[in-house]
């Protein structure tokens, strides 16, 4: 068994509820960390890539904003191009 299946084991049968306060806690800080690191190495114009419910997307940087990042998508609809709003810790350079 990984590390992550004991810990969600845990998290599903052991937990109280101060323990889940904490984890949920360290989330948020860890997520904030990844989105200020991303934030720092990404650039507007940038070809960047990201994965959504298994499906891979690829796009052109739009804006940065503090937590999530406008993603133009040249997709195949007949409207033009798509714009994503999406988590800078979900990014990387393409």
Known sequence: MTDM???LSFILTEATDEQ???????AL???A????NARR????GQAIKFI???IYYSGVLKQIKIKKAT???D?????????YTVPLSMLEAA
């Open 52 to 54: 959504h419910h298994g």
């Open 33 to 36: 960390t990844l989105a200020r």
């Open 5 to 7: 299946n004991l810990l």
């Open 20 to 26: 889940l306060m904490k984890l949920n806690r360290a």
């Open 41 to 44: 190495t990404l650039q507007v």
């Open 29 to 31: 800080d860890r997520r």
């Open 71 to 73: 993603i133009t998508i």
């Open 75 to 83: 997709g195949n609809s007949k409207l033009g191009p798509v714009n």
